[in-house]
Every structure is written in structure tokens, then in C-alpha cells.
């Protein structure tokens, strides 16, 4: 019985390493390319645009970092770029859009490629506080 | 009218358990917080069938509304749809372990319990997140997959490993009530 505990508890962190893998593995393109990140604020008004060349291999989050100032990631969350802070209250968040789209992932692994649009806008937490 | 027989009745919660309910509470809330740096990964199933086995449905109930009104409060996240969305999957836990698994002792097969509830709990909260975040259903089911492993077998390992201590030393403290 003692045995059989410890195989289950093995394929268990098996699976927990397996799939912590997966969800923290950061997305890197696999060929060269450029994309334009622009950061606008909560009125959707342009506060900086800058078209960045990137190489296979790159994370998107070392590249806002050496393109944009005052860049804090944490927990795999976009946290503070340029003029924009999220407040603790978490009333407002920087939301991520990619040619578009709401992204549906974090910075750390968000795909992209050669002539992406990303957005960096500030956006009215619509469900914190009611 | 009170007759002799009622007056020696247990009370539903002396004020001993109530204070080591509201110990526990604080415990619960308490892990996930210092757990949050991993994504999924925390002993909040493990802990509410352990109170789940020693108080039963309602008094885990009573543990799980605190903490959860306590843990939206914290994180920012008391929302009507999200926040009852959340008590509804939550409460699958007591619900499970003290109807199908009441006679359930093996931390064996509690720990696969522990597992199924951590996919029920992802499961009932994909209709609250998708009504609050407009997130679409597909995609999210697909994202959630490896989300769901994570607390299914972090819960798993938990309730496999320290079920049976952790269970031990809650009846021992019980006890000593007077």
C-alpha cells in the first residue's frame, strides 16, 4: 500500500512539473522579424509607438524592456510601462491586444510574428469592486 | 420549555470550536496567499476536505464563506457573478466528501476525490469567468487544461502525503476541548 502511495505521489509531481512547464514556458518566434508595440492610456490615447526588430529566439518581454522605460513584469503580469501603473486597488490593468484581439495570454507567452500590432492599454477593470 | 435532556445537549459550536474554525480559516487563507507565486499550485482543496471529514457540510460551509469573502476582499475580485460562481465550486468539496466519500478514510482515494474536485472547481468556474471576462469558451477550456492539472495533482500530492498527519493533529486539538 506504502508502495503504491509513493508511485502516485511520483506521477503526481510528475504532472505538476509537466504542466508547470507548459503554462511557464515563455513563447520565442522562430524566425527574424519586426512588430510594432504601441502603449496607450486609458482613453485609448497614444503614449508611445515603436516598431521593433526582433531574431528566433527572442522573448517579447526582453524586448519591451530594452524598447519601453519604466517596464515591471511580475508574476508573468504586465504591471507598469511608461506612464502607466496599475493601481493595488487593481481597478485598472494593462489589458494586452494583438492586431486587434484581446490577447488570451500573459506577455511571457504570447505569440507573435513579422508584422504583429501589439497594444499596450490601459483598461477599466470591469469586474473589480462590484 | 427546555426539558433536562436538551439542556445537556452539545451545543451546534461551542465557542472553542468556533475560535479553531476561525484559526482554520485563517490557515486556508493564509497558504493560498503565500502560494500565489505558483500558478494553481496550493493545499485549499486538501484543507476543506480535511475540515470537510472533521466538521462536516455545514460548518465547512461556514469556513468557506469567511474565507472566501476574505480572499475576494484581498485580491480585489468581489464580484456578485464571480464571487457566488466561486462559493458554488467551492462548495462542491464538502458536498462531494460528505455525501459520495463520507465513508471514504483511504488518503488514497480521498486524494483522487481531491482531484476530481479540483476539476469540478475548474469546471463551474469557466461560467462565471466567461460572464464576467467575455472570454470565449473554447479557448479558455483549452488554456485551463494544464491549469487544472496543476491543482488537481498539487491536491492529489497534498491530501496523499499530509491528509493523515494533518487529520491526526486536528482530531488531537479537538480533543482537548473540555
Known sequence: ?130 | MSTPANKTEKPFLSARELCIMALLTVILFAQEQLMNFLPNINFTILLMVLYAKTFGFVKTGMIITVYLILDATFMASLNPIWTTGQWIAWMTVPLLICTVFKKTEDSLKLAFAGALCAFLYCWVMILPTMWVLHTPFVPYLIKDVPFELLLAASSFLGILLLYDPLQKLLKKLLRMEG
Not at chain 1, 503526481?12 to 503554462?23: D, E, G, M, R, T
Not at chain 1, 516598431?51 to 517579447?60: E, N
Not at chain 1, 489589458?95 to 492599454?121: C, H, Q, S
Open chain 1, 1 to 130: 500500500m506504502k508502495n503504491k502511495k509513493v508511485l502516485w505521489a511520483i506521477l503526481a509531481v510528475i504532472v505538476i512539473a509537466a504542466a508547470y512547464i507548459l503554462i511557464a514556458k515563455p513563447f520565442t518566434p522562430k524566425g527574424d522579424g519586426s512588430i510594432t508595440v504601441k502603449v496607450t492610456d486609458i482613453d485609448q490615447k497614444l503614449i508611445k509607438e515603436k516598431k521593433i526588430v526582433f531574431k528566433t529566439g527572442d522573448k517579447l518581454t526582453d524586448l519591451v524592456k530594452n524598447n519601453f522605460s519604466n517596464v515591471v513584469i511580475d508574476n508573468g503580469m504586465l504591471m507598469k510601462i511608461e506612464s502607466l501603473d496599475t493601481p493595488s486597488d487593481w481597478a485598472q490593468f494593462i489589458a494586452i491586444w494583438t492586431n486587434g484581439k484581446l490577447a488570451e495570454v500573459g506577455i511571457e507567452t504570447l505569440p507573435y510574428a513579422d508584422g504583429d500590432v501589439l497594444e499596450f492599454r490601459m483598461t477599466v477593470n470591469e469586474y473589480a469592486g462590484k
